[in-house]
């Protein structure tokens, strides 16, 4: 099973690696480029993502910092931003991003938290608030798996445990190794809107179809239906199910 995620591996790391110059012909989305590329480590608020802080070996700068202010000019920022920072933890750009979007970026860092060193953090257009990409509405609970299949829970399990982990979590709760670096962020199986609307049905076309444009796959791809429906067996009853009685 393991090499079933390492053979969607290639297709996981194109959807990561879409530039985002595709969808910023005229205008780089300089905010949704932050978002994505910078604030994992830079934070939300320009100031250094917590674990940063503790977990690499040269901290992230602190945009916000008096230090910030007087040795980052623009034209440096574009040069880091373009080549990285050699021998730390900053990356280079330079091939993902157009010049374009490196200088939009760097502005809109300039501009959010290199400012006044008072001012307060701005409210960002971040989309990591953006918890999910849709959220249908509710649907009746009481129907049953497609195509007359019914799931497995324990060899479903088994699945979950390799294949999902890395984004759900063991506990369901979408807090995966891998989540951190993944939005829209991966379902939280736990929580009451997703939970209102993954039925039966539901879990098992989305893990089926995947959620296209996003990082959730189509396991249909590489697993056949029996597997599927006892993947979105152990997935309603544990977690669907559960969760529910939770609240009791
Ligand atoms: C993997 C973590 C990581 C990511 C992602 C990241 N940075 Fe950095 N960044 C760092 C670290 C660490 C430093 C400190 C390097 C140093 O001290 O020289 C840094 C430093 C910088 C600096 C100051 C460089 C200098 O000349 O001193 C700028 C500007 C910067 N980052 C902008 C960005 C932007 C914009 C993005 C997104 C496009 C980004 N960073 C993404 C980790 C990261
Ligand atoms: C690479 C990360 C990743 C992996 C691996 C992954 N998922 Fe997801 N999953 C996501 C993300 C991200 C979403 C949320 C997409 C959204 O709502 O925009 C999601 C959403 C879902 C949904 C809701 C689908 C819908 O219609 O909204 C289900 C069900 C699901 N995942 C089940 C699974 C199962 C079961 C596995 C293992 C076979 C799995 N996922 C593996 C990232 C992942």
């Known amino acids: 099973m393991t090499t079933i995620?390492?053979?969607?591996?290639?297709?996981?790391?194109?959807?990561?690696?879409?530039?985002?110059?595709?969808?910023?012909?005229?205008?780089?989305?300089?905010?949704?480029?932050?978002?994505?590329?910078?604030?994992?480590c830079h934070g939300?608020?320009?100031?250094?993502?917590?674990?940063?802080?503790?977990?690499?070996?040269?901290?992230?700068?602190?945009?916000?910092?008096?230090?910030?202010r007087r040795e980052l000019d623009r034209n440096r920022m574009i040069a880091s931003v373009t080549y990285g920072r050699p021998g730390t933890p900053m990356p280079g750009f330079g091939t993902q991003l157009m010049p374009a979007e490196v200088a939009a970026v760097v502005d809109y860092v300039r501009e959010q938290f290199m400012q006044g060193l008072d001012a307060p953090a701005a409210p960002l257009a971040n989309v990591r608030d953006v918890p999910y990409s849709h959220t249908p509405p509710p649907a009746p609970h009481e129907l049953p798996l497609p195509d007359g299949l019914s799931g497995h829970v324990e060899r479903g399990r088994a699945y979950y445990m390799?294949?999902?982990?890395?984004?759900?979590g063991a506990s369901g709760t979408g807090d995966g190794p891998r989540a951190y670096f993944i939005f829209p962020k991966p379902r939280n199986f736990l929580e009451p809107t997703t939970r209102s609307y993954l039925n039966r049905p539901n879990v098992y076309k989305g893990i089926k179809f995947g959620v296209v444009g996003k990082e959730m796959p189509a396991w249909g791809k590489v697993m056949d239906d029996q597997q599927i429906a006892d993947i979105a067996e152990f997935v309603y009853t544990s977690f669907i199910e559960s969760g529910t009685a939770a609240d009791h």
């Open 44 to 68: 939300d608020d320009g100031s250094g993502a917590i674990w940063g802080q503790a977990s690499l070996a040269t901290p992230p700068r602190n945009f916000r910092s008096e230090e910030s």
């Open 162 to 168: 390799e294949n999902c982990v890395p984004c759900h």
């Open 5 to 40: 995620f390492r053979r969607l591996l290639p297709a996981l790391c194109a959807l990561v690696a879409l530039p985002p110059s595709v969808a910023a012909q005229q205008t780089p989305d300089a905010a949704r480029i932050y978002a994505e590329s910078c604030s994992v």
